[in-house]
């Protein structure tokens, strides 16, 4: 007896993929290589000003007469105004779609690049970075669903992947960008080069990413208009939502840079009153601004917490390095960068590996190895012998690339993956939010370890980012448990 292959049990069967000759293999949509391009040059663009912002600091403070506790505030407005924004308008994309917010924050960081570029004192710097943060807030809260919604199902590690290329090479070109540019002009034209990059983003964007009604991936939508959208969206929840999170970076940032106590305690006490507000009032949402819905999914919030202490490792690593390189090994800065350069090159070109690797096996195994493979890493730095050469130095920061760069792609996938396609910019937001709250927890975990170990304390916090890459590890490896 023969079977109808397009049946099971007597019922049809739904459609296959695309075939592989399909003209949009692997994509769902059209114009697909002009809405990543889009995507993409955002992305990429957020990740290098960030690189860059970090490197030219010391020029930026030189040159304005400030010291470096006030200078680190270019960094700090930057990274409150991210988190702070980074969940309102995710939720906001899921009420009016993720193109428009992926739109419009590309143009609020293109402008706040030009504020940058025109800003006379530190105090405009702060603010127009402070514009900045809210800008690549609107891109990084989308970026990932609109991955997920151009790329089949079936090729969503390929997407990630992708992503995680592009964020790598960003991070691996700010260094050698910053000291071309400063090399011939001065600190401004720094963010002067983001214009006609953003336009060109904006540009593409407007033409080529689809709107809400070509989301193959997501279920219907009731047609409104932007009114009735505004109207849906929770303002009061959004303001909660961002003094939050924003207090919260603001703790962790002060304790880092080991602030008044009082400073500290405050922003503690306004983070937790203002959690509590928030868990109240969006109680019995369906679709609640801080996901909880999406949290209560065991392999979603297993996801979130591995990234959480990868992201902690990477923020220990990074904070910790340049000092451990130059004051103890006795590198000079145009050395350390260099060095410092090799963990992102090796994760972007990683990346791409890892996200099709995704796409047929567990991405909890996947990111379980890598993290395991970043653990040996930054062990393999810390009892690295101080007479260690260029080239034993970048082989243990490859190492760690590629641990990490085994870990992210996967580990995005599972994340975007176990989340409702109607979810999917709560999902986005809450990757981004791991980030943020990884890095700035390990380098406030560095600034602990300098306070208690003195010269000694970047050693003590590569041993300590060892730590916390075993746990992510570990934490990966439960998700093949998890439902």
Request: proline share 6%.
């Amino acid at each position: 007896m023969t079977t109808n292959a397009n049946t099971v049990h007597g019922l049809h069967a739904p459609k296959a993929p695309k075939a592989p000759d399909d003209p949009y293999a692997p994509y769902a949509v059209p114009n697909a290589v002009s809405a990543l391009a889009a995507i993409w040059l955002a992305v990429a663009l957020g990740a290098l000003d960030t690189a860059i912002a970090n490197t030219a600091l010391p020029a930026i403070g030189a040159d304005l007469h400030s010291a470096a506790a006030a200078s680190v505030w270019v960094i700090n407005a930057y990274q409150m105004a991210v988190v702070a924004c980074l969940l309102p308008l995710a939720a906001f994309s899921d009420v009016v779609g993720p193109k428009r917010v992926f739109i419009w924050g590309n143009v609020v960081f293109t402008v706040g690049s030009l504020c940058c570029l025109l800003a006379p004192s530190l105090v405009w710097l702060a603010l127009a970075r402070g514009l900045q943060g809210i800008g690549a807030a609107g891109v990084m809260a989308v970026n990932l669903s609109l991955i997920r919604l151009i790329f089949l199902p079936t090729q969503l590690g390929r997407g990630v992947g992708m992503n995680a290329f592009v964020v790598g090479l960003g991070f691996c070109m700010g260094p050698t960008v910053a000291s071309l540019v400063l090399s011939v002009a001065s600190w401004p034209w720094l963010f002067g080069i983001n214009l006609p990059v953003g336009l060109l983003g904006w540009y593409l964007g407007t033409r080529f990413i689809p709107g809400r009604a070509s989301q193959a991936s997501r279920a219907p939508h009731p047609t409104s208009s932007k009114a009735d959208a505004i109207q849906r969206f929770d303002v009061p929840l959004a303001a909660l939502t961002g003094l939050t999170f924003g207090a919260f970076i603001l703790t962790l940032t002060a304790a880092a840079q080991q602030s008044d106590g009082q400073v500290i305690a405050a922003s503690a006490i306004v983070t937790v009153l203002a959690g509590l507000a928030l868990l109240r009032r969006q109680k019995g949402a369906p679709a609640p601004m801080f996901p909880v819905d999406l949290l209560s999914r065991p392999l979603f919030s297993l996801s979130v917490l591995t990234a959480i202490g990868a992201f902690a490792t990477q923020g220990v690593a990074f904070v910790s390095l340049p000092f451990y390189f130059e004051t103890v090994l006795l590198r000079d800065p145009i050395h350390t960068g260099f060095l410092m350069s090799a963990w992102a090159l090796v994760v972007a070109c990683v990346g791409p590996f890892a996200g099709r690797l995704s796409d047929r096996f567990p991405p909890a195994a996947l990111g379980g190895i890598g993290l395991a493979i970043l653990s040996m890493g930054m062990l393999s730095l810390k009892w690295m012998p101080l007479d260690a050469s260029g080239w034993e130095i970048a082989l243990r920061m490859g190492l760690c690339g590629l641990g990490f760069g085994f870990f992210q792609s996967p580990n995005l996938k599972a994340i975007m993956s176990s989340a409702p396609a109607t979810r999917s910019g709560g999902a986005s937001g809450m990757v981004a939010v791991a980030r943020l709250t990884g890095q700035t927890t390990g380098a406030a975990l560095t600034a602990l370890c300098f306070t208690l170990a003195g010269t000694h304390g970047s050693g003590w916090a590569l041993g300590l980012g060892a730590v916390t890459a075993a746990t992510a590890a570990a934490l990966s490896w439960s998700r093949l448990w998890a439902r």
